[in-house]
C-alpha cells in the first residue's frame, strides 16, 4: 500500500542533500497529481536545526507522534554519530514499529540499525561509515547504491538521496510515475535517472 503521509527526520549536523534529494522526488507524487492525498512532514528534534554547514531548517514540529505517518525518512549527516548513543531520539526511532516501511540516506542507516530496525538485514550508508554499521545489520553492502530489505531501503552516500527517492516512488507508485517525476526533475536541471 502506497503511504499517505510521509516523515521527514532532521537533526543537528545533517546533510541536508541527504534530506533534500530524497524529498524533492517524493512531493512531487502530490503536486504532481499522482497522488494527491500523499502530504509530507519535517520533524525535528529541535525548533531549529542547522546543518553541518551552519544552514538552519525550521522542522513542522519536533518530536511529532509518528503514529499518523505511513512512511519514515532518515537522513544522514555528522550528526548521526552523537545520536547513535541518544536515547531520547533512540526511543522516539523505536515508536515507529515493525509494520510501517521506513528509509535512510548516508549515515541515517547508523540510527535505524542503533534503534534495532536493521538487525538481520542487509543495509549501506556512506563508506566512511561501513565499520560503524557492520554490527548493526546482518551484512554490510558495498556494492550497490540502494538496498531494500523489504520494509526498510537504506541508500549509501549523500549523492544516492536523489536516487533514493525515486527508487521509492517506483516502489510504492509505479514505474510511471517515477518516469514523470524523473522527467521534470531533469527538466528542472537535476541529473535524475
Known amino acids: 500500500m502506497a503511504p499517505k503521509r510521509i516523515a521527514f527526520l532532521v537533526f543537528p549536523r545533517l546533510t541536508l542533500l541527504d534530506l533534500v534529494g530524497a524529498y524533492d522526488a517524493l512531493r512531487r507524487i502530490a503536486t504532481m497529481s499522482i497522488d494527491p492525498a500523499v502530504t509530507h512532514r519535517i520533524v525535528g528534534t529541535e525548533p531549529e536545526i542547522a546543518d553541518e554547514t551552519g544552514l538552519v531548517v525550521k522542522p ?17 549527516g555528522l550528526g548521526t554519530r552523537a545520536l547513535m548513543d541518544d536515547a531520547r531520539l533512540l526511543d522516539y526511532l523505536k515508536t515507529w514499529g515493525a509494520e510501517r516501511p521506513l528509509a535512510s540516506v548516508c549515515t541515517g542507516a547508523l540510527l535505524l540499525g542503533r534503534a534495532g530496525y536493521l538487525r538481520g538485514r542487509r543495509a549501506t550508508t556512506h563508506h566512511r561509515a561501513y565499520e560503524l554499521l557492520r554490527p548493526l545489520c546482518r551484512e554490510v553492502v558495498t556494492d550497490r547504491r540502494i538496498v531494500d530489505e523489504g520494509r526498510v531501503v537504506t541508500a549509501g552516500g549523500v549523492a544516492s538521496s536523489l536516487d533514493l527517492g525515486l527508487y521509492l516512488v517506483e516502489k510504492f507508485w509505479g514505474a510511471d510515475a517515477r518516469a514523470r517525476i524523473a522527467a521534470q526533475m531533469e527538466y528542472r536541471g537535476y541529473s535524475a535517472v
Open 60 to 76: 513542522d514540529s519536533v518530536y511529532e507522534d509518528l503514529a499518523a505517518f505511513d512512511l519514515l525518512y532518515v537522513p544522514g
